[in-house]
């Protein structure tokens, strides 16, 4: 590598599409499409999730419309499902809806934790798989259930860093390293994600991308913050990217102890 | 033309027996102009492709479920 340019970076490729980014856009807490336009274009995200729910007659104007004018593509994900059935049946009528195989596949355990519920999560990417989808599961971060994932045939596995929503960051950062090396599908960190360093961290550790929503959506300034997560996935894989200096004990000087002027009388 | 009544959304509403799915969508999705993109439809929990929409017909008695993206979810 001669250039030190973020944009040697080809980004995210999952299923043989590049993303040319690392960073996919969550819209969960959203508070308008104005606000949606602006971090689409902060973040510079070419795919964002979605959610799937009944058709609101009142609704004005549409996020679609929002995405579409942006070039951005519809990630349609299963948020709010408890079973591998209801799952499954999302991501048909999302199929549907948007024409797309790409699915990005929830299945909570409980309303507490909003945790993976792992066996009802493995199942639906099994039924999925089979069915001809593109599945990026949203899983606990267990290096053993993430190979489980891939070798259902899932195109990516989205380990979370800590509990959706709660900005907490990567609470197992090791356990985060050790699914980066478990699978050999793009790893992307979600959910816990809380500000800009989480990120950069999450590519430093391994990750192949990351996925925020509510650090950008639910923050003061969500278009500075999109921005600053655009900033923090590229300075994560610059950093990994370029090779680490080994964590020491003690310090290491930098300056030569040769030459030292004497001062002594 | 007699009314049927079927579940739409969760709410049970009265229709002329033999409407059509695609009738059901206009119905329930007024505010888009006629565009149906980014709709998706279930009856008794089996997706209708789009293109189906206007031959499939409501007898009584079917839940339909009519859905789109919003945003939410990580």
């Not at chain 1, 792992?118 to 039924?127: C, G, I, K, N, S």
């Not at chain 1, 997560?229 to 370029?242: I, K, Q, T, W």
């Not at chain 2, 980014?38 to 009519?66: D, M, Q």
Request: proline letters at 5%; one cysteine or more.
């Amino acid at each position: 590598m001669t250039t030190a340019a973020a944009s040697d970076d080809q980004g995210l490729v999952i299923a043989g599409k590049s993303l040319g980014t690392r960073l996919i856009l969550g819209t969960g807490g959203v508070q308008s499409l104005e606000v949606l336009d602006s971090i689409v274009d902060a973040s510079g995200a070419t795919i964002a999730t979605v959610a799937i729910r009944r058709v609101d007659p009142s609704a004005r104007g549409s996020l679609l419309d929002v995405l579409h004018d942006r070039g951005v593509s519809v990630l349609p994900n299963t948020a709010g499902c408890f079973t591998a059935a209801e799952a499954v049946m999302t991501a048909q009528l999302a199929r549907e809806a948007f024409a797309t195989d790409w699915v990005k596949l929830e299945v909570i355990g409980d309303e507490d934790t909003l945790l993976p519920d792992p066996v009802e999560l493995l199942d639906a990417a099994e039924q999925l798989c089979d069915a001809g989808f593109v599945v990026l599961p949203y899983t606990t971060d267990d290096p053993v259930l993430a190979r489980r994932l891939e070798q259902t045939g899932c195109a990516a596995v989205m380990p979370l860093g800590a509990p959706i929503g709660s900005g907490l960051g990567i609470r197992n950062p090791h356990n985060i390293e050790l699914v980066a090396e478990a699978v050999s599908v793009p790893v992307i960190l979600d959910a816990g994600i809380g500000t800009a360093s989480d990120a950069a961290l999450a590519i430093e550790l391994g990750c192949d991308g990351v996925l925020v929503a509510s650090a950008i959506t639910r923050s003061r300034h969500p278009e500075r913050m999109a921005a600053a997560m655009r900033r923090a996935v590229e300075s994560g894989y610059l950093a990994r990217s370029s090779g680490r200096i080994p964590r020491r004990w003690h310090a290491q000087a930098s300056s030569p102890a040769e030459g030292m002027p004497s001062f002594t009388a | 033309m007699t009314d049927v009544v079927v579940t739409v959304n969760g709410e049970k509403r009265p229709v002329p027996s033999g409407t059509t799915v695609a009738d059901m969508v206009a119905i329930t999705a007024p505010s888009r102009g006629g565009s149906d993109r980014g709709i998706a439809v279930a009856v008794n929990r089996e997706v209708i492709p789009r293109g189906t929409w206007g031959s499939v017909r409501l007898t009584g008695g079917e839940t339909v479920e009519i859905v789109t993206a919003v945003a939410g979810g990580c």
